[in-house]
């Protein structure tokens, strides 16, 4: 299937589903999802926001997420004591162009399926809008839109043994995803109670002016591995064989130039390393602001 924004969504309806089927047996998990293991991860994002209350307001009613400090216009929301995002305040500043260069979308990885079947749950009680729900094979997603503009979404990852791979590319696609079966994960009495303490950022997901430029300069600067490409309009990476930490394309913003720091929006990602030891800070070709960091403990 060829992939654009109609196709990563996948299908719609969510919030027409009804109640939960047949219980299945759950999982343990306890330690991070196999995506914040390998070398180099995501480790939190930095948002400019016009109104960083109601956002910070949003983030904590759809995920549960603790708002852990604040100050100098700033919110950090993390969850188990870990922080995932800041959102600064900027009333003055523009709205973000949805065909320039920015965040497509920001991944909160849950530990289990039945967790994102609870989070489901909860998202049709609740009546949260939802633009799209995809199975990708190597996970589920769910698909909102924050106010003010942002890309969410919320994911599941399936066991990385059930990849197919056919040398460095993994197998990703898109299929409506089955709301019923996955609603069927819940344990018997199961409630969304909020993201679990090992819920991380598993990708971000951006909006750039070429997926080719893009791809160069993560392979280059910053030594991630091309695990997907889709024609020149996307590029998936990785590091330690996780199937995306980074995906780029250009369906809405093919051609676009360095991102106007005035407008709301993404302002930078941060990434943990394994053998860093200092933090540093590069640039994309489009102005967004690549921080690595060395491991934090929590």
């Given amino acids: 299937m060829r992939l654009n924004r109609r196709a990563v969504l996948g299908g719609?309806?969510?919030l027409a589903i009804g109640a939960a089927v047949a219980a299945?047996?759950?999982?343990?998990?306890?330690?991070?999802?196999?995506?914040?293991?390998?070398?180099?991860r995501v480790a939190r994002i930095g948002l400019k926001a016009r109104d960083a209350d109601s956002l910070a307001a949003y983030y904590k009613r759809i995920l549960g997420m603790s708002e852990l400090t604040r100050g100098n216009g700033?919110?950090?929301?993390?969850?188990?004591?870990?922080?995932?995002?800041?959102?600064?305040?900027?009333?003055?500043?523009?709205?973000?162009?949805a065909?320039?260069?920015?965040?497509?979308?920001?991944?909160?990885?849950?530990?289990?399926?039945?967790?994102?079947?609870?989070?489901t749950r909860f998202a049709i009680d609740e009546r949260i809008p939802v633009v799209g729900a995809s199975d990708h094979f190597v996970s589920e997603a769910i698909y909102l839109t924050d106010p003010e503009g942002n890309g969410v979404e919320i994911y599941a990852d399936r066991p990385k043994e059930s990849w197919s791979w056919n040398g460095d590319?993994?197998?990703?696609?898109?299929?409506?995803?089955?709301?019923?079966?996955?609603?069927?994960?819940?344990?018997?009495?199961?409630?969304?109670?909020g993201a679990p303490e090992s819920s991380v950022i598993g990708h971000v997901h951006f909006r750039v002016g070429d997926a080719g430029a893009a791809?160069?300069?993560?392979?280059?600067?910053?030594?991630?591995?091309?695990?997907?490409?889709?024609?020149?309009?996307?590029?998936?990476?990785?590091?330690?064989?996780?199937?995306?930490?980074?995906g780029a394309n250009s369906w809405q913003s093919r051609g676009a130039g360095p991102r106007d720091v005035?407008?709301?929006?993404l302002m930078w990602v941060e990434?943990?390393?394994?053998?860093?030891?200092?933090?540093?800070?590069?640039?994309?070709?489009?102005?967004?602001?690549i921080r690595t960091v060395p491991v934090r403990q929590f």
């Avoid at 299945?24 to 070398?39: N, Y």
């Avoid at 030594?223 to 998936?236: E, H, I, P, Y």
């Avoid at 990434?271 to 602001?289: C, F, N, V």
């Fill in 74 to 97: 700033r919110r950090v929301l993390g969850v188990g004591g870990r922080p995932l995002m800041e959102i600064e305040e900027s009333a003055s500043a523009k709205e973000d162009d």
């Fill in 271 to 289: 990434l943990e390393s394994e053998t860093a030891k200092a933090e540093t800070e590069k640039r994309d070709p489009w102005g967004t602001a």
């Fill in 24 to 40: 299945h047996t759950e999982p343990s998990m306890v330690d991070l999802p196999f995506a914040a293991t390998t070398p180099i």
């Fill in 99 to 119: 065909r320039g260069a920015g965040l497509y979308h920001t991944a909160f990885l849950l530990p289990t399926r039945a967790d994102l079947a609870r989070w």
């Fill in 169 to 193: 590319f993994v197998q990703m696609g898109t299929e409506q995803l089955d709301v019923r079966d996955l609603l069927g994960e819940i344990r018997n009495g199961g409630t969304w109670k």
């Fill in 215 to 246: 791809e160069k300069w993560w392979n280059s600067e910053m030594g991630f591995d091309t695990v997907q490409r889709l024609d020149d309009s996307a590029v998936f990476l990785s590091t330690g064989g996780y199937h995306h930490h980074i």
């Fill in 12 to 14: 719609t309806g969510l």
């Fill in 262 to 265: 005035q407008r709301t929006g």
